[in-house]
């Protein structure tokens, strides 16, 4: 087996910083040592087979994203990032595992979702990848099948109290659900809107002639979050169901999530980086078409209502416990132009799993974060949340050797359509600057990124059986 030593850094974990050299033999770290260390007489340099030098630089474990969509069949179409395209641009953004959403369709058998989903994954990914459920129809069958997701390694499932004929879920559907989660331990994870509601909105919007893209955050109102956030978390409360919320954006909704968690109850939450840097008005509100590159569900938000600043405050207090992408790119040509002239017909998502890391850094940067609050809500906590902790999320003898070589004093440009690895015709990012760059990754022991190369192979990536959550409040 192979052996690496990622030598002269700082090891940052979620719980303070070091400077400690990693070795690393096969998949695995198997030491941390005192910078210089001699191990049986010997500079511990001298035997290895590579050595990265890490001077100057950040040393942390690779980020997880918690929350992907790669080939999401939505609005007539498909997400544009395969496994194999999504998981290399991932990687090239310090990102070493994903969780994706397996999708049960409306009259589907949960088991053939699952199957399909494996299907387009495996043999394509350039990281490691798991997999939550989408319960797409909650029935005898379904409730059924979710007895099995255990021994699947599936640990989590997404319902949608939002999208009506696709996705959605009702009350009655929601309780049941939420007893099977109490009762079997898996994590219900939800997307907090009043969908019904935001329907009858969105109507009365298109039929008023109100089209652009604008108004598919006003038809998608905070109240609709908030509201259905609560009802959620109620639900949750009375089967005792522990209760993750996806993608939140709403300041209103955090507080729903704050007072649960105050109250003691197993409710976390979520948010996206688009939630922390763009709006309604800057974004989905530009001139034009232009908007709908930042259609998304849960929509941006109104700078005016200073949802943004409540975001960044709840992932210092941890009201809110981490930060995924929610990727799920369409270009702009053949799939976001389904929508010119009607704003509901614009399939929804925002790509990011390249830039996570990035964003959430320049937070360390602008004085939002600490260094150790970044490793906490993209790589710790996602793993701890989704029962990945232990391999994934640390760097400790015996976890999976995924690291990523941050330079502090790097810069990265990463709003441009020419330069990011996504199969996407445009960027939502456009004029971002990072004060940082990812220099080196490592996926199970194995560089996959370095010096501006990539160096991966499609199928390096394998699929985690997940545990169940390792997260309690
Ligand atoms: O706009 C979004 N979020 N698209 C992906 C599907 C979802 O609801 O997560
Ligand atoms: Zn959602
Ligand atoms: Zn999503
Ligand atoms: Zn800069």
């Given amino acids: 087996m192979a052996t690496l030593l990622i030598k002269g850094g700082t090891v940052v974990s979620a719980t303070g910083r070091t400077e400690a050299d990693v070795l690393v033999d096969g998949e695995q770290v198997v030491a941390l040592l005192a910078p210089g260390s001699q191990l049986l007489g010997t500079d511990v340099g001298a035997g290895v087979d590579q050595v990265i030098d890490a001077t ?3 040393v942390i474990p690779g980020g997880v994203d918690a929350h992907t969509h790669m080939e999401l069949p939505f609005g007539g179409t498909f997400a544009s990032d395969t496994f194999e395209t999504g998981t290399r641009a991932a990687a090239w953004g310090g990102t070493t595992s994903i969780i994706d959403f397996a999708v049960q369709t409306y ?8 199957a399909a989903w494996h299907g387009k994954a495996e043999g394509n990914c350039a990281i490691d990848y798991g997999f939550h459920q989408i319960i797409g ?3 005898d069958a379904s409730l059924k099948a979710m007895d099995g997701l255990i021994d699947e390694g599936v640990t989590s499932f997404k319902l949608f109290m939002a999208y009506p004929g696709v996705f959605y879920s009702d009350d009655a559907a929601v309780l049941k659900a939420m007893q099977k989660s109490a009762a079997t331990g898996l994590m219900t994870m939800m997307h907090a809107e009043n969908g019904p509601a935001i ?9 008023a002639g109100k089209t652009d893209p604008y108004f598919h955050g006003i038809a998608r109102a905070w109240q609709m979050e908030e509201e259905a956030t609560h009802r959620a978390i109620m639900l949750a409360n009375l089967t005792g169901a522990p209760l993750y919320v996806v993608h939140v954006s709403a300041k209103q909704a955090v507080a729903q999530i704050a007072t649960a968690r105050d109250n003691g109850q197993n409710v976390f939450g979520e948010t996206c980086p688009q939630y922390l840097y763009l709006s309604l008005e800057d974004n989905l509100g530009a001139p034009g078409f232009e908007g709908a590159k930042w259609v998304c569900s849960t929509p941006l938000r109104s700078k005016a209502e200073e ?3 409540e975001l960044w405050k709840s992932l210092r207090t941890n009201d809110i416990q981490m930060v995924s992408t929610d990727h799920c790119p369409f270009c702009m040509k053949d799939q976001k132009e389904l929508g010119i002239g009607d704003f509901r017909k ?12 990035d964003l959430l850094y320049q937070g360390v940067v602008d004085g939002r974060i600490t260094l150790e609050r970044w490793v906490e809500i993209t790589s710790t906590t996602p793993a701890r949340m989704f029962g990945l902790y232990g391999r994934k999320g640390v760097i400790a003898p015996g976890a999976d050797a995924d690291i990523v070589v941050y330079d502090p004093s790097g810069h990265t440009s990463i709003g441009y359509e020419k330069t990011h690895h996504m199969n996407m015709d445009h960027s939502a990012w456009e004029g971002y600057e990072i004060d940082g760059h990812v220099d080196t990754v490592v ?14 192979r499609k199928g390096d990536g394998r699929y985690l059986k997940r545990g169940l959550t390792q997260y309690l409040v």
């Fill in 137 to 139: 129809e909650v029935n």
């Fill in 199 to 207: 329907d009858v909105l969105a109507v009365q919007l298109a039929e």
């Fill in 56 to 58: 100057g630089k950040y």
């Fill in 346 to 357: 614009i399939p929804n998502g925002i790509g990011s799993v390249e830039h996570r890391m």
């Fill in 107 to 114: 009259g589907q058998r949960v088991e053939d979702g699952l």
């Fill in 443 to 456: 996926s199970r022991g194995k560089v996959i990124v370095d010096g501006g190369a990539y160096l991966g």
């Fill in 307 to 309: 949802h943004q600043d």
